[in-house]
């Protein structure tokens, strides 16, 4: 049996998380995926909705995103990917999302690189 998909969002008037309709476009952009890719794949998509809520980009990106490798990434190599990895990086959306100061104490790399690899890997996800 199918897992029903669906978007948590929460209430103006009393902010507690509730179910929604669907996800928002936003949402839907942000993880990765283009809004034929979302229908096909059956994604519910509330087009009324504004709001992006992380736990929802993160929902999308792990069951249906077009997850970018880090490799992809200009400057990063198979050896830094590991590095990355062990820190918690998975893929260009986590590296983009990651920050930096946190980031440096848990990896050797300077600020500096992790800077320019971020700014990759913002350009990837626009494409």
């Known amino acids: 049996m199918e897992e029903k998909v669906e978007a948590i969002v929460y209430t103006p008037v ?4 509730r179910k929604g309709r669907g996800f ?8 990765g995926l283009t809004l034929q890719e979302a ?4 994604v519910p998509i509330d087009k009324r909705r504004g709001t992006s809520h992380p ?7 792990e069951n249906y995103g ?17 590095k990355l990895v062990k820190a918690g990086i998975l893929d260009a959306y986590d590296l ?13 790399y ?3 690189s992790l800077e320019k690899w971020q700014a990759e890997a913002k350009k ?4």
């Open 14 to 17: 009393r902010p507690r998380p």
């Open 24 to 31: 928002s476009i936003k949402e839907i952009r942000e993880a």
């Open 39 to 42: 229908k096909k794949l059956g």
């Open 55 to 61: 736990q929802n980009v993160h929902f999308l990106k």
């Open 66 to 82: 077009a997850a970018v490798p880090l490799t992809k990434i200009k400057g990063i190599g198979k050896a830094s990917e590991e």
């Open 96 to 108: 983009v999302h990651a920050d930096l100061n946190d980031l440096v104490e848990r990896v050797t």
């Open 110 to 112: 300077s600020k500096k």
């Open 124 to 127: 990837l996800l626009k494409k």
